[in-house]
């Protein structure tokens, strides 16, 4: 019986050969691969040994070293504090490490100070601090439970101890959104120039009738609850015409799309 070579399967011998060839090579592999790893764990064991006995040693050098010493602190943003106060929050101690100064404490400390809003403390390698101050900007005065306070543009209350002169008051707002609301009013006002510079004596709430302007010649401009723009825009279209008619008594916007004007002597 004549058999075609495609049907022969390989004979016994080459499996087996086959089958001996790679139990040979896998386990001349395996004892190599096993070697080089345990090479590789050992030199990592060795780097990690060095570096902790290093790096402290290496830190602890740094921050002995003079090039690393406290010379000198910038004072960045001072117009109304004052620096020997600021100095003396510090604590400024020449030489004494850089590295080991702690950053929050002294901006924790300078914040305290009546005038400063935000202080940022940075170290300037290779021997200075740098503190940059953002000032209370007061736009209004108030008195509040714990005493008299000074308002800023964005609502926040900051105790001062210095008269400010020039500054309107705000009565009756007891949160900060009440104040924000205020600040906002103030400065539309001065924007558009509806009321002179300096001329503002009050701002005041109430949960009713909303937010009023009291000025130094007694008129009474009710604006009434935000947003206030589009009432600012009304009185705008019609105040020149109201002045030429005479002295204005009051003005109130608090009515919905109208402005009632009153023509007569302020009272003050």
Known sequence: ???????IGPSEFTVRNGKEKAEKDGA???????????CALGLLGMLI?????????????????????????????VVMSDRGEIGGAI??????????TDLVAIREQVEKIDW????EVKRDFPNKLVITITEHAPVARTVTDEGRRFVDPDGELAAIDT??????????????DEYVEGARLLKLVSDNRLIAKGQVKTVMFDG????SVLTGQGIEVRFGTPPFEEKVRRITEVLDDAQKRGPIRYIYLNIENRVVVKVG???M
Not at 28 to 38: D, E, F, G, N, Q
Not at 208 to 211: A, D, E, L, N
């Open 28 to 38: 001349t592999r395996k004892p190599k691969t096993l070697i080089a790893a345990v």
């Open 208 to 211: 009713v009738m909303g937010y």
């Open 265 to 267: 002597a302020p009272v």
């Open 163 to 176: 008269d400010i002169a020039g500054l309107p008051t705000f009565l009756g707002m007891t949160t900060h």
């Open 49 to 77: 040994y060095g570096a902790v006995r290093i790096l402290p040693d290496l830190g602890e050098k740094i921050g002995e070293s003079s090039y690393f010493r406290l010379e000198g602190v910038d004072v960045i943003g």
């Open 1 to 7: 019986m004549t058999r075609d070579l495609k049907d």
């Open 116 to 119: 400063v809003k935000e202080a």
């Open 91 to 100: 604590g400024f101690a020449a030489g004494s490490p850089l590295l080991e």
